[in-house]
């Protein structure tokens, strides 16, 4: 699940709610097998890391016959520079050329606050208010020589930069920059793979102790503020979606709310944020005693996602694992096709909680050694349950393996 801003501040209010029940669960399991000291060793991305990944988009600017890459406030430019910038209605931008500095576009008045996040030597343009920043960055461009020729725009950039540039430079193409942007950022460095394993096994451990220890009555909210103050006791954002009973088939929820009852299972799923990169897991469980068809469905999610783990093999095209996944639960009674497996198997993640690749049916992309996806096969049965399993799964030289432990059964879903 792609875990918003949105959603992140109004689960961390809840957590207060959460708080007391959290507590109240630390006291019978204690949480340290991810401690502290765990994330306070964490790795950091630095300068030398983002040298590295702008010489990388350097020579895939000059393979893709691309003469600059404009980024703005996004995780890509959190990524390539290190810059954490929001978007507004003023220009705040990047621009990565194949043998040149880079250069920074910036309001005026924002200016000593964009040379404080610069981590290298580059060129620094202000503009003030009633000047026109696609002006700018179009002489930034002719300084450089690009003057003709493909300019790339990073994926989420804004339609009015974009506007605004072809309309200042009508003799330059803009093109999408995501041969680039993507072409960097789909494989995983050892430093972002430590990241993650760390922020997805901390989110297991979280998990633990609220779902083992439930009780009848609670409601969805107050599940996800005990998760929520999980996280906050090791200082990280975070927090997850919960939802009982019936509400379990919508897999990213409903407006309605159920109170914990016994037999009711309870699908959670979010994650935390560990120097920037997020984990995403999912888990569900039965409140009481599970009934056979819900321990017939954990069955056949669980196998479902042992088989995208198996073919998940380097070369394979992405598309085949959601393929393979798919085949067993239609095989087992739940298809055919999207009928209770509604969603693709999973979403690359990196720095965003959803990106590319996507292993979804039709993908031909090959998997890579460093690519990191969601392995999260689902059964949905509207006006019943629904019941999801998601790990976070990196490719390997020998294939794909999970960061976190499977959940073993229904009956024991955190061994």
Known sequence: MYWTRRQMLKTSALGVLGAAAFAHAETSIPMDTITQGTLQNAPTIDASDYQARQQKARRLLGENGIDALLLTGSTSLRYFAGINWWRSERMFGMILFPDHDPA???????????????????????????????????????????????????????????????????????????????????????????????????????????????????????????????FQKYGLPGGAMVLHGENSAFPHGTRNRQPLKPGMTVLTDGGCRVNGYPS????????????????????????????????AKVGAPCGSVDDAARKVISDAGYGPDYKYLTHRLGHGIGMDGHEWPYLVRGNKLPLAPGMVFSDEPGIYIYGE????????????????KLYTQQSPSLEHPFG
């Open 104 to 230: 920074v576009i910036t309001p005026a008045f924002e200016e000593q606050r964009a040379r404080e996040q610069l981590t290298e030597e580059c060129g620094v343009y202000p503009w003030h208010e009633h000047e026109c920043p696609y002006g700018l960055t179009k002489k930034i461009l002719a300084d450089a020589c690009v003057t003709a020729g493909q300019v790339g725009i990073e994926e989420t950039v804004r339609f009015m930069v974009f506007d605004g540039l072809r309309k200042a430079a009508p003799s330059l193409q803009f093109v999408s920059g995501d041969p680039v942007t993507a072409g960097c950022r789909i494989i995983k460095s050892e430093k972002e793979q430590e990241l993650q394993r760390i922020a997805n096994n901390l989110t297991v451990q979280v998990y633990g102790t609220v779902l083992t220890n439930l009780s009848e009555g609670m409601k969805e909210d107050e599940v996800s503020g005990a998760i929520a103050a999980g």
């Open 385 to 400: 349950f629904g019941l999801r399993l998601e790990d976070i799964m990196y490719i390997s030289e020998d294939g794909g």
């Open 280 to 311: 995403d897991i999912t888990r569900t469980v039965v409140y009481g005693k599970p009934s056979k068809k819900q321990v017939e469905v954990f069955d056949i999610v669980h196998r479902a996602q042992d088989a995208a783990l198996a073919a």
